[in-house]
């Protein structure tokens, strides 16, 4: 039984584990960071597991589970965004796709975003996975109408961080 | 501005080559690891807390060779802060584990730092509980020894001093001075303790509060 459980779980997140890698690189600015809140937001999904009922689909309970773990529970705080030397594994674009000037935007979007608080982080992440404010306030406990207002008032703040 | 948001969120999903891949085992590995979240900092951190309070009264103050007929008055007082203290202790540690329990990871990410928070609270009233305690129990030792029971040096000095009632002022304002500087240590070492770790939660969650406003 325990055996059933612990390959279905693990499964589950081995096909969804981008959800997980996307809000590490988010948070962390380091390799070990990054695979070290990995590692915590799994012990959390497991340890959560055993009451994930199927309801909800496994990959929006991860979202909340992640989410939880990167901002609240994650211990690790070294997570200030001095040091640029290492490249975000998230945003490798591949040169061919885009123009220069395109690619250079994108960067330095990501980069924006990287510097925001931890709860516009989130509002920030969960918009980018088309999620909608429904979702976006429901994982964040706060109104629809205010998520919406808050989303607002962050892409003020980008823009004040892209153009200074 | 707008647009470059869009640009992004296309973008977003063509990512997931970019991103490292976790084989099975490498995965189910990783679930037997020993979480280091900051619900079991402060679950530990809590469990020494009670024990730290739980031993200092046991420590015995000194009654002993005290057999005017005041001190049996103190004796009783003593006694019943005692067992007080236990009563309160137990509910403190049920609370404290009722809170505790209600964490959950799946919650909303307001209701989840709420719940530390409040768990993080009852600890913090059992602090402010143990801190009047022992100021009660300081002024209690300060008369049994210097009124029932005072040292013969001491009891010479009030009785020779032209101004017994200055003596008497001094002492208190020293015992008084004692229990504020205690006092004032073990909050100063708690705040820096739970500042620490309770920073950024304090942070995170007043900016989703203050949305609701």
Excluded at chain 2, 5 to 15: H, I, V
């Amino acid at each position: 039984m325990k055996k059933e459980l612990e390959h279905k779980f693990v499964t589950e997140l081995e096909s969804n584990q981008n959800i997980v890698h996307k809000v590490c690189s988010l948070y962390t600015n380091d390799r070990d960071s990054h695979n070290d809140l990995f590692q915590e937001i799994t012990i959390q999904l497991w340890k959560a597991y055993p009451k994930f009922r199927g309801d909800a689909k496994f990959s929006t309970w991860m979202y909340r589970v992640a989410l939880n773990t990167a901002i609240t529970l994650y211990r690790k705080s070294k997570r200030r965004v001095q040091t640029q030397d290492y490249e975000s594994v998230i945003f490798k674009i591949k040169a061919d796709e885009y123009d220069d000037t395109q690619e250079q935007q994108l960067k330095l979007m990501y980069n924006a975003v990287k510097q925001l608080g931890d709860i516009d982080k989130a509002l920030v992440f969960l918009y980018l996975e088309d999620k909608d404010y429904s979702e976006i306030a429901s994982t964040l406990g706060i109104t629809e109408v205010n998520a919406r207002v808050k989303m607002n008032r962050i892409k003020n703040k980008l823009r004040t961080i892209l153009n200074p | 501005m707008m647009d470059e948001l869009e640009l992004l969120k296309k973008d977003w999903q063509k990512q997931e080559q970019g991103l490292p891949k976790l084989s099975y085992d490498q995965i189910y590995k990783m679930i037997w690891k020993k979480s280091s979240s900051l619900v079991k900092w402060i679950f530990y951190i809590s469990i020494v807390e009670f024990l730290f309070w739980i031993t200092i009264s046991f420590i015995p103050l000194g009654n002993k060779g005290v057999d005017l007929p005041e001190a049996n008055f103190i004796l009783i007082i003593n006694r019943v802060l005692t067992i007080t203290q236990f009563v309160i202790i137990i509910y403190f540690m049920f609370q404290f584990y009722q809170n505790y329990k209600k964490i959950s990871v799946t919650d909303s990410a307001r209701d989840l730092m709420k719940k530390i928070i409040a768990t993080r609270k009852t600890v913090m009233r059992y602090v402010w509980f143990n801190l009047g305690l022992f100021a009660v129990t300081m002024i209690i030792v300060f008369t049994e020894v210097l009124v029932l029971n005072p040292p013969p040096e001491l009891a010479e000095r009030i009785a020779n001093s032209d101004s017994s009632l200055l003596v008497w002022l001094a002492l208190g304002v020293g015992l008084l001075a004692a229990i504020m500087f205690f006092g004032l240590l073990i909050w100063l070492f708690f705040c820096l303790l739970y500042g620490l770790l309770l920073k950024r939660l304090t942070l995170n969650y007043k900016e989703l509060k203050r949305l609701e406003v």
